[in-house]
Nanobody, 126 residues
Framework: QVQLVESGGGLVQTGGSLRLSCAAS????????MGWFRQAPGKEREFVSL????????YYADSVKGRFTISRDNAKNTVYLQMHSLKPEDAAVYYC???????????????????WGQGTQVTVSS
């Protein structure tokens, strides 16, 4: 089992920045690749970004590329999502999730992830 707890959400103005954190406990964090997803009211959960278990590979949704940066600190069992130039359309509940692969194939599909956090709310005021 892996427990994931997100933090860092809040209210920010358009153009502002936030850094989300996801702290993991339980089984070895460094064996999982990690993803961030978000879900706005009335919309499906959507992929935001992912990072490989070692942190050497990252991938972003087109909607956040160049504005968001994912990183991880395996010594601290934590993954981060630094968000800049926030837009009203970025407002959502943000979830971190853990996935496992033995083939270096990483998924952007929520169904592929094994463990999920409870989410943290990001609100962007216009």
């Amino acid at each position: 089992q892996v427990q994931l707890v997100e933090s860092g959400g809040g209210l920010v103005q358009t153009g502002g920045s936030l850094r989300l954190s996801c702290a993991a406990s339980g089984r070895s964090f460094s064996t999982f690749y990690m993803g961030w997803f978000r879900q706005a009211p009335g919309k499906e959960r959507e992929f935001v970004s992912l990072i490989s278990s070692t942190g050497t590979y990252t991938y972003y949704a087109d909607s956040v590329k160049g504005r968001f940066t994912i990183s991880r600190d395996n010594a601290k069992n934590t993954v981060y999502l630094q968000m800049h130039s926030l837009k009203p359309e970025d407002a959502a509940v943000y979830y971190c999730a853990a996935g496992y692969t033995t083939s270096s194939r990483y998924s952007t599909r929520a169904e592929a992830y094994i463990y999920w956090g409870q989410g943290t709310q990001v609100t962007v005021s216009s």
